[in-house]
């Protein structure tokens, strides 16, 4: 079992530029999750869902979309990117009555 | 509203030496606290959960209800123990709510 892998591990963006980051469990969890991770700010939710067709907000939502394509997928959109948004990014998922999410290796986005 | 406080960003200890992270949360009900750690250039993992009470690397937690705490504990660190540690609650829902997180650094 690959477990949470995320795709691309590295990216730049120019501001305004869009792209979506992609995520996808092996391990049959209802939950999913997208955090993002900041110096001194520790890990954030951005969105998470908690089963497939569903869909809700977290923390920090603002400037992102989500799409849960099926139950191993679980996208995050940047329509347009800001600086702001540099970040690494991580996806997660987690059975419904797990105590445990298990993380994937991140996804180091800079938004110049 | 859930929140998870951890008031040092880095702690430095040599090894052989105590070890102690620590955690406070703020939740009305009864939650479910949580370690997690990332070891370099790894992804991040489950450390530990209070429910278990069980020791992972020699780590322990406590659960204290009346300083609402869940300090992480080694009475003797090791270099591999160094690692971002980030403390967490989830009330009743799925949701984790992460601390800041402690960066561990222990020194030869």
């Known amino acids: 079992n690959a477990g949470v892998t995320q795709t691309p591990k590295f990216q730049v963006l120019k501001t305004g530029q869009s792209m979506t980051l992609q995520c996808a469990q092996d391990m049959n969890h209802n939950s999913m999750y997208w955090y993002r991770q900041d110096p001194g700010m520790g890990l954030r939710l951005i969105y998470y869902s908690a089963s497939e067709g569903t869909t809700d907000k977290g923390e920090v939502p603002n400037g992102y979309n989500v799409s849960r394509l099926n139950k191993r997928e679980f996208s995050l959109r940047l329509e347009s990117a800001a600086p702001s948004q540099t970040s690494v990014y991580f996806c997660a998922s987690g059975g419904q009555f797990s105590y445990e999410q298990y993380f994937g290796p991140g996804t180091r986005l800079t938004v110049t | 509203a859930q929140r998870v406080t951890q008031p040092e960003k880095l702690l430095s200890v040599f090894k052989g030496a105590p070890v102690e992270l620590k955690c406070n949360y703020s939740?009305?009900?009864?939650?479910?606290l949580f370690w997690y750690v990332q070891y370099s250039r790894q992804r991040l993992q489950l450390l530990l959960r209070?429910?278990s009470r069980e020791s992972i690397k020699g780590f322990t937690a406590d659960l204290n209800k009346g300083e609402t705490s869940f300090h992480l504990k080694k009475p003797f660190a090791q270099e591999e123990d160094s690692a971002m540690y980030y403390c967490?609650?989830?009330?009743?829902?799925?949701?984790?709510?992460f601390g800041t997180g402690t960066r561990l650094q222990v020194f030869p």
């Open positions: 209070h429910i």
């Open positions: 967490a609650s989830r009330g009743n829902t799925d949701k984790l709510i």
């Open positions: 939740y009305s009900g009864s939650p479910e």
